[in-house]
């Protein structure tokens, strides 16, 4: 039961992980008015999910965030 709980975990932090690149690598951009680049999420739902991931990202890269397009 355990083995199975645990093989369950790391399939979906595996699935987390591989979802939160894919959300990287398919919607970051760089914003002209400061030359950064931002990855760009497509909801709050998705930002939300994602947040946890957020952290540990912006800690270790520097990347920034945000929701929606830039006004």
């Known amino acids: ?3 199975k709980l645990a093989a369950v975990f790391i399939v979906f932090i595996l699935l ?6 894919w959300v990287r690598k398919t ?8 030359n950064n680049t ?3 999420f497509p909801s ?5 999910i994602f947040r946890p ?5 912006g800690a270790v890269t520097g990347m920034r965030f945000h929701i ?3 006004r």
């Open 68 to 70: 929606g397009p830039h």
């Open 44 to 48: 709050t739902v998705v930002y939300y």
């Open 27 to 34: 919607h970051s951009e760089v914003w002209e008015r400061d």
């Open 38 to 40: 931002y990855v760009i």
């Open 16 to 21: 987390y992980a591989v979802g939160y690149g």
């Open 53 to 57: 991931a957020t952290y540990i990202d």
């Open 1 to 3: 039961m355990r083995k």
